[in-house]
């Protein structure tokens, strides 16, 4: 085989992979989106957020989730942390909602704080 030929096939399969990875991203968060939304004692001032694709401080995870989707993966601001997690979102454009995306980069996004329950505290660009 040649050196263009492997390096075609390389390209296909990584493009393949991002694709699967992706797809069952889109399955979680749609799958957690449904659970929270069909939720009776889910507040009204959530709900809303959730639709509108808002945040409310003192949301869990899976309410986060459900209204922005995962979090980015491999960017900088989202760690693990035994006092509360830090999670990391990039904004796609200004006139688009936010949503999670796996872009790397620093300081690029927006950060949502959690205590150490999975409470939302608060979000910053900082």
């Known amino acids: ?14 493009a393949a992979l991002i694709f699967l990875l992706n797809g069952c991203s889109a399955v979680k968060e749609n ?7 069909s939720d009776a004692n889910l507040p009204e001032e959530t709900r809303r957020a959730i639709n509108l694709k808002e945040l ?7 309410q986060v989730i459900a209204s922005w989707g995962l979090p980015c993966k491999w960017c900088y601001g989202t760690r693990r942390n035994p ?9 796609p ?10 872009f790397i980069g620093i300081g690029t996004g927006i950060y949502l704080y959690f205590d150490k329950d ?6 910053s660009n900082q």
């Open 83 to 91: 006092g509360g997690d830090t999670w990391e979102y990039h904004i």
């Open 93 to 102: 454009g200004a006139e688009s909602p936010i949503v999670g995306a796996d």
């Open 56 to 62: 409310v401080a003192g949301m869990t995870k899976e």
């Open 1 to 14: 085989m040649d050196k263009f030929f492997k390096n075609k096939i390389l390209i296909i399969v990584l």
């Open 31 to 37: 799958r957690i989106r449904q659970d929270v939304l």
């Open 118 to 123: 999975g409470i939302l505290k608060y979000w």
